[in-house]
T-cell receptor
Framework: QKEVEQNSGPLSVPEGAIASLNCTYS??????FFWYRQYSGKSPELIMS????GDKEDGRFTAQLNKASQYVSLLIRDSQPSDSATYLC???????????FGKGTMLLVSP | SAVISQKPSRDICQRGTSLTIQCQVD?????MFWYRQQPGQSLTLIAT?????????ESGFVIDKFPISRPNLTFSTLTVSNMSPEDSSIYLC????????????FGPGTRLTVT
């Protein structure tokens, strides 16, 4: 049974701070890793993908992957109140198709 | 990026009836998937919609309850059959095979309430 674990939160940070979101996964052969942002009442929106160990930066977002530790994280720099949402970590298995989602971490950014 | 639409956006249905949800994407895609998101929960994969063949269902989901069609590379339907209040959920389609080949993008979802 593939599992993806996230702290449910809420994670509260002040505006301008760095938000750090973490995710662990159980399937050692997982190949692809994704972070989705979901606002209340909306569908998930893909914000980052990462496939190899190390860091990947896109604007204010940085994804970090450590396959040896089965750990993936998302850093949000200069957090804004508009970043307040639930962040979902998703992982594929040995193939590249079917996603297993974590339960999500709620992020609250206060002005 | 592609535009993904779902119909209906929401519906209220009586128990014992069936509802068919449509998913349309404006570009050809390799893979299409159907997920369920129950209130306050994360996403659970129901099945992979295979073009021209039977869908591949995840554990706990069966074809009689959730028949799926995918007649071409841009369209799929999910039917929720013989509904009960436990089927009240958001149903989401996703697509894979656009610019980022392994990345999945979600439609806006269908909010289903069964009374």
């Amino acid at each position: 049974q593939k599992e993806v674990e996230q702290n449910s939160g809420p994670l509260s940070v002040p505006e301008g701070a760095i938000a750090s979101l973490n995710c662990t996964y159980s399937d050692r052969v997982s190949q692809s890793f994704f972070w989705y942002r979901q606002y209340s009442g909306k569908s998930p929106e893909l914000i980052m993908s990462i496939y190899s160990n190390g860091d990947k930066e896109d604007g204010r977002f940085t994804a970090q992957l450590n396959k040896a530790s089965q750990y993936v994280s998302l850093l949000i720099r200069d957090s804004q109140p508009s970043d307040s949402a639930t962040y979902l970590c998703a992982v594929t298995g040995s193939g590249y198709s079917t996603l297993t989602f974590g339960k999500g971490t709620m992020l609250l950014v206060s002005p | 990026s592609a535009v993904i639409s779902q119909k209906p956006s929401r519906d209220i249905c009586q128990r014992g009836t069936s509802l068919t949800i449509q998913c349309q994407v404006d570009s050809q895609v390799t893979m299409m998937f159907w997920y369920r998101q129950q209130p306050g929960q994360s996403l659970t994969l129901i099945a992979t919609a295979n073009q021209g063949s039977e869908a591949t269902y995840e554990s706990g989901f069966v074809i009689d309850k959730f028949p799926i069609s995918r007649p071409n590379l841009t369209f799929s339907t999910l039917t929720v059959s013989n509904m009960s209040p436990e089927d009240s959920s958001i149903y989401l389609c996703s697509v894979q095979g656009l610019a980022g080949f392994y990345e999945q993008y979600f439609g806006p979802g269908t909010r289903l309430t069964v009374t």
